[in-house]
């Protein structure tokens, strides 16, 4: 649906400005059967003129999104389950859990992060409205409600378990439609002093790296943290940290309390002061941003199709979300990639959103040696390289997309 007001703000004044057309939702891999049966929505960003927060101006329920086979895990790669459990550390520290205090992860996906939490000897209790990646979750031993988080919801968690003394939310935040009701279900769950803990790409990184492929149908919003504050106010929460983390090309880490609970570092004002100083709330630069974006689309496609006409075989190792945006936005189909691979058996057998390119594992990569690999989890790139080092030392090239494409 068109959205008629900010998800954060309410304000009705929104202004459009980037347009990456109409595209299948990113995670919707198909078989064979429905092959002929996709269906497309518009992936347009917009700015808010009351509060500066860029987000998708059109919502795709979420139960198309999320709830049939969805085919993304967090534990796929071993940089993400180490970034994980380094951040359950981290905030086991910084919020001061102790043994048996409740965390709770909303969107908590396979379980990787619970885990981390559970290895300090916190209760764990995950909420993933995705069935069969609940179900792994639970058989894996990390108590998870398959559900979407709602107030509802939350009333029922703490007469069941109590209130938490932490609650994450990792690159989820940015997926909810309806923040007022997130926030509402957020002060019903969390304990007097406990914290809520987002972890998300920032906008500022998307922007001054080209990221735009991090731009699909589930994340809604594109985080800053000075739009946040107002909605985080609104319910009597503040700001009281923001920490940089390098994971999917420059995210931020988001500690959130009570008024009056913890003291507010000086991060928090000078992440805002980096926002405004890069243009982020500025039309005219958001629409240099877009120019950038289509002059990246031209460049990437024209080297593609340059080797394509060469006679060079081209394939596409990995397909995270923002690679289905990359390829699609492009125009590189199956008439030009030959084939995609992956780790994920979630992906492997089945077809990419939009352009239909065939899915196989990454021994298949091996068996065809292709003469070009686009490498569409560029934000993995040193841990995918490595483990595909044959693919090299035969003679194969990687392409790089993003944020110029170049051969590795």
């Keep these: 649906?068109?959205?008629?007001?900010?998800?954060?703000?309410?304000?009705?004044?929104?202004?459009?400005?980037?347009?990456?057309?109409?595209?299948?939702?990113?995670?919707?891999?198909?078989?064979?059967?429905?092959?002929?049966?996709?269906?497309?929505?518009?992936?347009?960003?917009?700015?808010?003129?009351?509060?500066?927060?860029?987000?998708?101006?059109?919502?795709?329920p979420p139960d198309i999104l999320y709830q049939?086979?969805?085919?993304?895990?967090?534990?796929?790669?071993?940089?993400?389950?180490?970034?994980?459990?380094?951040?359950?550390?981290?905030?086991?520290?910084?919020?001061?859990?102790?043994?048996?205090?409740?965390?709770?992860?909303i969107g908590s996906n396979v379980g990787v992060l619970l885990q981390g939490f559970a290895n300090k000897e916190c209760e764990v209790l995950g909420i993933e409205p995705a069935e069969n990646i609940a179900k792994k979750a639970n058989v894996s031993g990390i108590n998870t409600i398959n559900d979407f988080v709602s107030q509802n919801?939350?009333?029922?968690?703490?007469?069941d378990y109590g209130k938490a003394e932490a609650i994450c939310i990792t690159n989820v935040f940015a997926h909810?439609?309806?923040?007022?009701?997130?926030?509402?279900?957020?002060?019903?769950m969390l304990s007097k002093e406990g914290s809520f803990i987002i972890e998300a790409p920032h906008f500022l990184s998307l922007v001054e790296n080209l990221e735009y492929d991090?731009?699909?149908?589930?994340?809604?919003?594109?985080?800053?943290?000075?739009?946040?504050?107002?909605?985080?106010?609104?319910?009597g929460f503040v700001i009281n940290d923001v920490k940089k983390v390098q994971i999917h090309?420059?995210?931020?880490?988001?500690?959130?309390?009570?008024v009056g609970t913890r003291s507010v570092s000086s991060n928090v004002q000078s992440i805002i002061d980096d926002e405004v100083s890069a243009g982020l709330f500025d039309k005219k630069r958001l629409n240099e941003f877009k120019v950038k974006v289509e002059e990246h689309r031209k460049s990437l496609r024209d080297l593609i199709l340059s080797l394509h006409k060469r006679g060079c075989r081209i394939a596409a190792v990995s397909a995270p979300a923002k690679g289905m945006t990359l390829l699609n936005y492009c125009g590189l189909d199956n008439k030009i990639?030959?084939?995609?691979?992956e780790k994920s058996l979630l992906k492997i057998g089945k077809f990419t959103p939009g352009g239909l390119i065939p899915v196989f594992s990454d021994e298949y990569l091996l068996e065809k040696m292709p003469d070009y690999a686009l490498l569409l989890a560029w934000n993995f790139k040193k841990e995918i390289i490595q483990n595909l080092k044959k693919y090299t030392d035969s003679g194969g090239k990687f392409i790089i997309p993003i944020p110029t494409p170049v051969l590795d």
Excluded at 93 to 101: A, G, I
């Design 337 to 341: 990639i030959d084939f995609v691979t």
């Design 1 to 60: 649906m068109k959205i008629k007001f900010c998800r954060i703000c309410k304000g009705e004044n929104m202004t459009d400005y980037l347009n990456l057309g109409e595209m299948a939702p990113a995670d919707s891999f198909v078989n064979s059967s429905s092959k002929d049966t996709q269906s497309y929505f518009p992936l347009e960003v917009c700015l808010c003129d009351s509060c500066g927060m860029s987000q998708l101006n059109y919502t795709v």
């Design 68 to 105: 049939n086979e969805y085919p993304y895990e967090s534990s796929i790669t071993e940089t993400g389950r180490r970034h994980f459990h380094n951040m359950a550390n981290e905030v086991v520290s910084e919020v001061n859990l102790k043994k048996n205090d409740l965390v709770l992860d």
């Design 214 to 235: 991090t731009i699909y149908h589930e994340h809604l919003l594109y985080i800053t943290i000075k739009p946040l504050s107002k909605l985080f106010t609104k319910f």
């Design 153 to 159: 919801l939350a009333k029922s968690i703490v007469e």
């Design 176 to 188: 909810i439609h309806d923040l007022h009701d997130l926030m509402a279900s957020i002060d019903l």
């Design 249 to 258: 090309g420059g995210s931020v880490r988001i500690y959130i309390s009570r």
